[in-house]
């Protein structure tokens, strides 16, 4: 997964500019290295490269939306100070990354899938 296009990815998503995204490249590492180490071991990265950089970008926008927020968008975290971003609810941000982890799920390991029996009554 290239940075450059989950950050392309999450600036699309966010209304961010794409110098103000590149502060959000240490996040985006992270949420690539997250999705990486899900991967079922005979799944090819680079055929399948475009829907695991948006199933990232979303993972990003999780964490954007989740940043607190001044009523006009802005942001300050640490040394670094983005302003003007379109508001995401957090909820509407998890929605999308729901989603998109579903269209993705048959290239990711079970890991802590479980079958419970259900009994009609």
Same mark, same amino acid.
Not at 16 to 22: M, N, P, T
Not at 43 to 52: F, G, P, S
Not at 67 to 77: R, T
């Given at each position: ?42 799944? #090819? ?5 475009? $829907? !695991?950089?948006? %199933?990232? *970008?979303? &993972? /990003?926008?999780?964490?954007? +939306?989740? =940043? ?23 909820? #509407? ?5 729901? $989603? !998109?982890?579903? %269209?993705? *799920?048959? &290239? /990711?390991?079970?890991?802590? +899938?479980? =079958? ?6």
């Amino acid at each position: 997964m290239k940075i450059s296009e989950i950050l392309r990815q999450f600036a699309d998503l966010t209304g961010l500019s794409a110098s103000d995204c590149q502060g959000f490249a240490p996040m985006a590492r992270l949420c690539a290295a997250r999705l990486r180490s899900r991967l079922r071991p005979d799944v #090819d990265e680079a055929e399948h490269a475009r $829907e !695991l950089c948006t %199933a990232a *970008a979303s &993972l /990003l926008l999780c964490q954007y +939306a989740a =940043l607190p927020q001044s009523a006009d968008g802005s942001f300050k975290l640490g040394d670094l100070s983005i302003s003007g971003g379109a508001k995401i609810s957090l909820l #509407d941000a998890r929605n999308a990354r729901d $989603e !998109l982890m579903a %269209a993705i *799920a048959p &290239l /990711l390991r079970a890991d802590g +899938a479980f =079958l419970v029996q259900v009994e009609a009554v």
